[in-house]
């Protein structure tokens, strides 16, 4: 049993700033599990806290917190409502909109816009350090290591500024680091215990894997017969499918993401079968195999992000004729299923599968139009599997409160919270998930 890796993440945190000696930084993050724990059990340890395109919000951890708080967030969709719905409850929060820009999990926003990002941040942060007393000064130009498997990256002078990983964007905090790090000592996190890593071995902890198993199960898969995931990710699903073959299927792994890219491999380490997957960097619209390649070929919850229709295309081509395609997407269109006893209005608010889950690009596919799309892609013998996923406890169910608490009025968070606790305390609370599933041929 390694113990560093055992604690919660909050005091692995408070060992990396004690590594530095240091008793407060600034913190910029993207998603709640990364801060909340350090912000409800140790908020002084939080100088300033910057959310870049947040993906969700502890409403309740940020009411209490005295810290300064800046969000910057797109203007379009899901996240724009989010991000509105917020600041209404958090009356000394400052707002940066990034106009005419729609901000999901896997936008690239330090990327796309990195001078407005980093001059809101450059100016908030001096703000924030001037009016609550001058930060410690850490001397570092160059750096990285890890400490309680957290790892980190060292750049620049001056006040500490420690950036955690940004979800799915591609870039991560690459683009702003250099600017950044001319005004502050930026320290850059990743590790397995942070962000969408976390975030996704936690699903991969949850049933969310019985929908898996049973779409490899359709597959057929059989000894000797080579895979493709396409949207790797960290690799939590491929890794459980390299142990379950044991070396018998030849397996790659793709994602467009080289950050989980490294952490993916990293993990595979950590768990004996990086000899066993082969991770590359690719798109799903334009994957760099030649045709008729794979025997079995996957994609989990990958075709809400980008154009399904065209990645749909690309597995096809990659698929050799008698081999199976399967994919998983989130269900926008299907009704969730929260097992509280909650007022009527209430309940249809928080059933609504629209409800915290619209971050769907515009050609892309989260609802029943999957199964269409896969026969006009080529697919026969199409299998067609709705599924819902029950989660009663863990971070997946940590994670769908918050963000349904988020979106609630004053009155209706009251009546939630009662309604979890009696839940809770007898034992029946859980949420069901929705998600749409089919394996088809290609012929």
């Not at 993050?29 to 340890?45: I, N, Q, S, V, Y």
């Not at 917020?86 to 820009?101: G, I, Q, R, S």
């Not at 609630?408 to 998930?433: K, N, P, Q, Y």
Request: hydrophobic letters at 45%; proline letters at 6%; a negative charge.
């Amino acid at each position: 049993m390694n113990l560093a890796l055992d604690n919660p993440l909050d005091d692995r945190l408070i060992q990396l700033l004690r590594h530095f000696g240091l008793a407060r930084a600034h913190f910029a993050a993207c998603m709640p599990r990364d801060w909340e724990g350090l912000a409800a059990k140790h908020p002084e340890m939080i100088s300033s806290l910057t959310l870049l395109a947040p993906m969700g919000f502890n409403i309740t951890a940020l009411q209490a917190a005295k810290f300064p708080l800046l969000l910057i967030a797109g203007d379009q969709g899901r996240p724009a409502k989010d991000t509105q719905g917020a600041m209404a409850k958090l009356p000394h929060a400052e707002l940066v909109t990034l106009k005419n820009y729609f901000s999901p999990p896997w936008a690239d926003s330090a990327a796309d816009r990195s001078d407005q990002i980093f001059a809101a941040m450059r100016d908030f942060i001096a703000r924030a350090d001037a009016a609550h007393g001058a930060s410690s000064i850490l001397d570092r130009a160059e750096g990285s290591g890890e400490v309680a498997g957290v790892s980190f990256r060292v750049r620049g002078k001056g006040i500490p500024l420690v950036l955690m990983p940004l979800a799915l964007s591609p870039s991560q905090w690459e683009p702003l680091i250099p600017v950044l790090s001319e005004h502050f000592c930026t320290i850059a996190l990743g590790g397995a215990s942070l962000g969408m890593v976390a975030h996704l071995e936690a699903r991969a902890q949850s049933g969310y894997m019985r929908v898996i198993h049973q779409l490899i199960d359709e597959t057929q898969l059989q000894p000797g017969q080579s895979v493709l995931e396409v949207g790797c990710g960290p690799g939590a699903v491929i890794r459980r499918l390299a142990q379950r073959t044991s070396g018998q299927n030849p397996i790659v792994a793709v994602d467009v993401n080289r950050y989980l890219l490294g952490e993916a491999a990293a993990l595979a380490r950590r768990d004996g079968v990086d000899g066993m997957i082969e991770f590359k960097e690719a798109d799903a619209e334009h994957l760099p195999f030649r045709g008729n390649r794979f025997d079995v070929t996957l994609a989990c919850t990958v075709l809400e992000e980008g154009d399904a229709d065209r990645m749909l295309a690309e597995l096809f081509r990659v698929t050799r004729p008698g081999g199976r395609v399967g994919v998983v997407v989130r269900s926008i269109d299907m009704p969730r299923w929260i097992n509280l006893t909650l007022g009527p209005a209430l309940k249809a608010k928080v059933d609504d599968p629209g409800l915290i889950s619209g971050n769907v690009q515009e050609r892309g596919c989260a609802d029943a139009s999957l199964y269409r799309r896969m026969l006009q892609a080529g697919l026969i013998n199409l299998a067609m599997m709705p599924q819902w996923v029950s989660h009663n406890g863990g971070e997946r169910l940590r994670f769908m409160c918050n963000r349904i608490a988020a979106t609630l009025t004053a009155e209706e968070i009251g009546e939630w919270r009662h309604a979890v606790a009696a839940g809770e305390a007898d034992g029946s609370f859980f949420i069901a998930e929705p998600f749409h599933c089919a394996v088809g041929t290609k012929p």
